[in-house]
């Protein structure tokens, strides 16, 4: 099956060069998105086939080092992120069917397209040190080119500058990473790493590497900056393979490196971890909400969704440490279905908002309204998305959200102090970020889709094409089918905790009414299919009633609003004012925001005017700082670019010396 | 317990909610006029008041969409299958593994996103105004009420309400610090939730202060009705929730004769007919608070909540 899976990801590498070949004929754009998903559903029927049956395969190429080749292996937890990345490929090809028509300069996005689909399988694939190296820089690369596919749109160029920046550190850190693993002897293959032994010094060093690399690639906060510069500047359903997809790609690598790399952990790197997903996630959905953007909302959610999935791993490191095997398989299956979860309603969202893109050209959504009339279908499928991404029952966010709660509910027999109070602190941060989340997608959908157009644009945006809704309806669908069916989920996400923990769930499929109980029926369970029966039951029996036994009469008037309807959709709330109580509630801390008034004297014919001053604390007192230091030492350094030849020579001959000495000091 | 008596239980219980919201909003709307020296509406206006909504043609807007005609049936749906889950006369309901205290909570935050949305469909700036504030006071809410939920769930070893109210039912659980605290935040969520003074006010109309009327002013007739069906149902699912945990005696356990459920069902009604009746004096004895205090009142739930999960994590015995 591996060979048959490397096939179909040389079969996207091939199409890189179709891209190229075809880049000035109309025809490629159809011909390569079409090509594409079908090598992407191809790899996502065998991923599928593989993960259920439980297969394990490895596989060496003669590519790569020569004294090393290229490894690469299946095993539960790459078949679980396989399924991830060419679920979301398949359906972002999909999408590019329709949505690609629109794009201007077709050939910034074609070639790089499937190549970023190939470097995220390799990824998961990779089963040595080069090759997951080679295939995570090259998805940063390619990721990189499609974020500056528009180059030329105001801000993208930073975006794509900053985003080269951090992807380029987090690399750095990964190298580090794998050289510290690889220890004296440069053993690179993960098989050996596995086994060898590591001292408690290094083991933590890498679990730090580890969290600052692909935290830094999954937007763990304070390495989140580029991201939601980053991911709204791509094409749309790009930002959706960014958002939804390439993050988990980035879990995927702290989970490959800390769960099963580096053996059993220490209780302070949960401590960690917990610390910073908890902080993650309510900084995430707190800018999000002072968003009014549409990507860049989005994207910032997806900050906050990196939260709640690594609150998971942290409480399942924080279990795994103490020897509480089932426990540390439920976090984990709480992080893993969460990773699924979002990737679904993530790339959802940004589908909705690429639709809306081409419908009104428009991301500000002050500029939008009332699309509910005019795009029925995308409104439908994104108010699913929203209604997910919130955590409301019987959707699938809730799911996840709900087995995280669970775990956090074993935890008080956890021996340290640390964990005791860290972890508290970090339920409150999850239900935080919960409500915050629903205030948010109020916020997103109740303005751009509801109530009155704010723009001609809005007033006649026009449904997306059959291609784009195909795909947001599919995701629709599944975001509904895995939360009324979550035990299907969980009971395929056992084969992954049972390979990296060695324990797993109770088998759910077997409970009543659908039911999951993570623990025992008596503690905790859930079950969406009998909410949805009995919400859809108690709907109909009083649609039912109130019609046959009250009045079924409706006319249609002027809105009442107390008497004084409003003249112009620009009274309406706005997402500012919108959001205007919750920045005051939390905005004066975390963002120092600040209302300015100008209010002219009587008389003075100037209009007043309110402005809000919101200052991003991470950048200001972390980057700013960084970015000064830097130009200064470049400053300082820069008389080194006009010395003489002799100079330059000398200069050699001097750090050779001093490197040698070294050498002789500590050799 | 045979199927046929858990079923019938269930059925009562669900019917039981439906009978009882509308007089325990008329009950306190009494109490609260006869503190003001006032005779007030009769216990069964509220019971009047939906029937001749529901009899009225419906009015709506030119721009409202299909959410905001849907938005009643599945938000009163919501409300009602939430309140019908919480134990009141009986501890087990046959039922009760389709949702635990956790997606109890949920189920009324779904019902609020959605009364939110439907708030902002017609495009009004009062629409605007109350979802906003609604989702403000739900941000502090809804975690304060995870938190209590965690307190009482460590407390009880379990989120499923069967369980919790057979626990505190059966054995001796005393006084408790956690407990106290868990108490004390979800009264204030409970005031939150359901828009009492001083938070909101249930009476006013065409104030800026207000926040869930200014959502629903744009319904009328059957929807309407609807609507304040829901916020009756809630209401009533709070004092059950209050009553089935922290006062939880008389409450008929698994296997109990057809006697100790009737007893049950008369001691749960006095149950609510107390808790509403100190809602009514509370409301009356204060004056409502500026909207931006409510964070801070809020704030103070959602830190009791959290002091008593803590207290719990650090010793069992608190």
Known sequence: MLPWLLVLVAGLLGLVVVALLGRQRAITTPLLYGASLLVAAGLLSVAAAGFARGTEASLVLPLGLPWLGAHFRLDGLSFFFLVIVDLGGALASLYGL??????????????????????????????????????????????????????REPDNAKAGFVYIVMASFGTLVLLLAFGLLAGRDGTYDFATIRTATKPTLVAGLVFLL?????????????????????????????????????????????????????????????????ALGGTTSVLGVLYALMEHDIKRLLAYHTVENIGIIFIGLGLALAFQANAMATAAALALTAALFHVLNHSLFKSLLFF???????????????????????????????????????????????????????????????????????????????????????????????????????????????????????AMLTLAALCALAGIFPATVIDQIAGVTEGLLHARLPLQAGNDFLSIAPIAASRSSYSGLLLVIFIAGAMALTAFVIHRFGSRLMRRSDPWDCGYPD?????????????????????????????????????????????????????????????HAVSAIAGRLNHFQFLTIRRYLGLVFSVLVALLLGLAIWG | MGLITSSFIEGAQILLVLALAPLLTGFVRKIKARLMRRRGPPLLQPYRDLVRLMRKDTVVAHNASWLFRAAPYLIFACTWLASAL???????????????????????????????????????????????????????????????????????????????????????????????????????????????????NPATHLELTMVHEAMVLEYSGRHLALIEFSTSLQLLLYLSLIAAIFVPWGVAITGATPAAYAFGGLVYVAKIAIGGALLGAFESAIAKMRVFRVPVFLGTALMLGLLGTLLLFLSASL
């Open chain 1, 98 to 151: 329709g949505y690609g028509r629109h794009e201007k300069a077709p050939e910034r996005v074609l070639p790089f397209f499937p190549a970023f689909l190939a470097a995220m399988n390799l990824v998961v694939l990779a089963d040595d040190a080069f090759t997951f190296l080679f295939s995570w820089e090259f998805m940063s690369l390619a990721s990189w080119a499609l974020v500056i596919a528009h180059h």
């Open chain 1, 210 to 274: 580890a969290l600052v690399g692909p935290g830094s690639k999954a937007g763990l906060v304070p390495l989140q900056v580029w991201l939601p510069l980053a991911h709204p500047a791509a094409p749309s359903h790009v930002s959706a393979l960014l958002s939804g997809v390439m993050t988990k790609v980035a879990v995927y690598g702290f989970v490959r490196i800390v769960f099963d790399l580096l053996g059993p952990p220490d209780w302070w790197w949960a401590v960690l971890v917990l």
């Open chain 1, 352 to 470: 909705g908002a690429g639709s809306v893109l081409v419908a009104t050209g428009e991301r500000d959504m002050e500029h939008l309204g009332g699309l509910i009339h005019r795009m029925p279908v995308t409104a439908g499928a994104f108010l699913v998305g929203c209604a997910a991404i919130s955590a409301l029952p019987p959707l699938n966010g809730f799911v996840s959200e709900w087995l995280t709660f669970q775990a956090i509910l074993l935890s008080p027999i956890l021996p340290q102090w640390g964990l005791k109070f860290v972890v508290p602190a970090v339920g409150a941060a999850l239900a935080l970020s919960a409500a915050l989340a629903a205030a948010c997608f109020v916020k997103a959908y109740g303005v751009s889709f509801l109530g009155r157009p704010r723009s001609s644009a809005a007033a006649n945006a026009h449904e997306a094409d059959p291609f784009s809704l195909a």
């Open chain 1, 567 to 627: 003249a112009s959709p620009l009274t309406q709330y706005s997402a500012s004012s919108f959001a205007q109580p919750i920045r005051r509630v939390y905005g004066t801390l975390v963002f120092r925001a600040r209302e300015i008034v100008e209010m002219p004297p009587p008389g003075d014919g100037r209009p007043a005017r309110l402005t809000v001053e919101l200052h991003d604390l991470v950048w200001d007192s972390l980057y700013v700082p960084i970015a």
């Open chain 2, 86 to 200: 919480v134990p009141s006369f009986a501890a087990d309901l046959p039922f009760s593994p389709a949702a635990d205290l956790i997606a109890l909570t949920a189920l009324l935050g779904s019902a609020r996103f959605f009364l939110a949305l439907a708030g902002m469909d017609v495009g009004t700036s009062f629409g605007g105004i109350g979802a906003s504030r609604e989702v403000m006071i739900a941000s502090l809410a809804e975690p304060a009420m995870i938190m209590i939920v965690f307190t009482i769930a460590l407390f009880a070893g379990s989120t499923q309400l069967g369980t919790i109210a057979t626990l505190f039912a059966t054995s001796p659980v005393g006084l408790r610090v956690s407990l106290g605290l868990a108490l004390v935040a979800l009264v204030i969520v409970a005031i939150a939730e359901n828009g009492r003074i001083p938070v909101d």
